[in-house]
């Protein structure tokens, strides 16, 4: 069975870059049609997709946040990061992972089959 878990620093300061990583077991993330995304979700509001990386490699982001995203993918050890540049208190947020067997970009979260716990990430002087 498929497991996600995000890690990384839990406090960021504004103008840096945030940085997480997702490391998957129990499947491997070039499993074919495979989706593998990033969501977030600020504090008193609902879930914002940020964006996926591929089966294939092939990246997309959510337009809102393509401009300081960046989302890559360490194959041998199974593992996906996320990097959203230029952050502000705006992005504090519970950061999750997660995976859908087939194409997905935002739409139902019903979707996504397997979801990490949630990191929360707050960004502050």
């Known amino acids: 069975q498929v497991q996600l878990q995000e890690s990384g620093p839990g406090l960021v300061k504004p103008s840096q870059t945030l940085s997480l990583t997702c490391t998957v077991s129990?499947?491997?993330?070039?499993?074919?049609?495979?989706?593998w995304s990033w969501i977030r979700q600020p504090p008193g509001k609902g879930l914002e997709w940020i964006g996926y990386?591929?089966?294939?490699?092939?990246?997309d982001y959510s337009p809102s946040l393509k401009s300081r995203t960046s989302i890559s993918r360490d194959t041998p050890k199974n593992q996906f990061t996320l990097q959203l540049s230029s952050v502000t208190p705006e992005d504090t947020a519970v950061y999750y992972c997660?995976?859908?067997?087939?194409?997905?970009?935002?739409?139902?979260?019903?979707?996504?089959?397997?979801w990490g716990q949630g990191t929360l990430v707050t960004v502050s002087s």
């Open positions: 997660a995976s859908a067997p087939t194409y997905y970009s935002g739409s139902s979260f019903s979707y996504l089959g397997v």
């Open positions: 129990g499947g491997s993330i070039t499993t074919n049609y495979y989706y």
């Open positions: 990386i591929a089966y294939t490699g092939s990246t």
